[in-house]
């Protein structure tokens, strides 16, 4: 168990604690605490490492400039099994991202940045919810155009999608090359090497820029987002729609604005579940 721990004096002077920590130093039912602490006094908290994170030379000289390691992605973790875990795209500890993390068979970790599961989110959503993310780790959201290119821009990357029908059958594309640009590229999407179960449904999208439906960035006479209910990497329009409207697998709205794989199920059926998630390597 170790820490870092900052806080301020009652003089305003900004200290930093460095070192290992007691299990018992945290409760989860502390209790008030009566009176005022003297200068300098604080309670730390400290948290138990998954991987070794904490194992570097601590070094108090200078303590607010120590660089920290801390994980970027699930891939810096060291994870037995699934779950939501915090990870940090930036590097600082001031921009903590919630993430769910899938571990699989070969003890792969990998970051979720897509989840579907049931409906209870909405995906037809602006230019900025893309941009920031939305919904919950532990049940669907979108991690945020903003961290998925900070993830991609600096090393290699995978993508693995996986894909369930309401029959239970499921499928996977893998994409051993992956990459979204910035913002001021409009989060263009590069992604190729496929393989996988599902067909590939997402190569034709590579070299698009994202849309949605206040942002027009694809090749169709319309916006893309708004005839098909989403928000993608459109050219005019796709094969996949993986942000679309969540149906109860085959469908008869209009065209493929449901959860749509088109080389898994063709058009006018919506997936049960997905994940996109991805993996340095």
């Not at 200068?39 to 920290?68: F, M, W, Y």
């Not at 094969?239 to 199920?265: C, K, P, R």
Request: with cysteine; hydrophobic share 30%.
């Amino acid at each position: 168990v170790c820490y870092m721990h900052n806080f301020v004096t009652e003089s305003g002077a900004e200290e930093f604690d460095y070192g290992c920590g007691s299990s018992l130093a945290c409760s989860n039912s502390a209790g008030s605490i009566l009176g005022r602490r003297s200068e300098g006094h604080h309670v730390k908290c400290t948290l138990c490492c998954d991987s070794r994170l904490c194992n570097d030379i601590l070094n108090c000289t200078n303590a607010g400039q120590l660089p920290l390691k801390l994980p970027r992605e699930c891939a810096d973790l060291q994870l037995a099994g699934s779950g939501v875990h915090t990870i940090y795209p930036y590097g600082r500890l001031q921009q903590p991202v919630s993430v769910y993390c899938y571990v699989d068979s070969s003890l792969h970790s990998w970051t979720v940045i897509q989840r579907r599961i049931n409906g209870s989110v909405n995906f037809y959503r602006d230019w900025q919810a893309y941009k920031t993310g939305f919904g919950q780790a532990n049940e669907e959201y979108w991690l945020g155009n903003d961290n998925i290119h900070e993830l991609t821009a600096d090393s290699n990357h995978a993508l693995m999608i996986l894909m369930t029908d309401f029959s239970g059958v499921t499928k996977f594309a893998e994409y051993l090359s992956f990459h979204v640009s910035s913002e001021a590229n409009g989060y263009q999407l590069m992604v190729s090497k496929y393989d996988g179960t599902a067909g590939d449904s997402l190569t034709r999208q590579n070299g698009h820029k994202f849309t949605t439906f206040d942002r027009d960035n694809d090749d169709h006479g319309s916006n893309c987002a708004v005839l098909f209910k989403g928000a993608w990497w459109y050219d005019s329009c796709h094969l996949s729609n993986l942000n679309g409207v969540y149906f109860h697998g085959h469908h008869d709205e209009y065209a493929t604005t449901g959860i749509d794989w088109y080389t898994f199920h063709g058009y006018h059926y919506s997936m049960k579940t997905t994940m996109m998630m991805i993996r340095k390597y």
